[in-house]
Nanobody, 114 residues
């Protein structure tokens, strides 16, 4: 199972981006998927998660600004990020839990700067 992220980039403060994550090379259906982010010198931090049943959890720092969702395609999720600020600058990673194994994407850079 490989998780592939896309959609990162440079955006001005107050702007929006949408990240995508899809499992490639397999037709597996990953129940639990989430987004994490990491800045240099810091640990990876939880951003949001969604299960196959639609249970969603957000970190307090992104509540009301970010929206996680699942696509109709199996093992595909999105992260809609609104009202971005410089503190949101980080590498964003997709995470999936499948058959008791953890899978990470390669990460996509999000930079919020004027």
């Amino acid at each position: 199972v490989q998780l592939v992220e896309s959609g990162g980039g440079l955006v001005q403060p107050g702007g929006s981006l949408r990240l995508s994550c899809a499992a490639s090379g397999s037709d597996v259906s990953i129940n639990y998927m989430s987004w994490y982010r990491q800045t240099p010198g810091n640990q990876r931090e939880f951003v949001a998660s969604v299960t196959g049943d639609g249970d969603i959890v957000y970190a307090d720092s992104v509540k009301g600004r970010f929206t996680i969702s699942r696509a109709n395609a199996p093992s595909t999720i999105y992260l809609r990020m609104n009202s971005l600020n410089p503190d949101d600058t980080a590498v964003y990673y997709c995470f999936g839990l499948y058959n008791y194994r953890a899978y990470w994407g390669q990460g996509t850079q999000v930079t919020v700067s004027s």
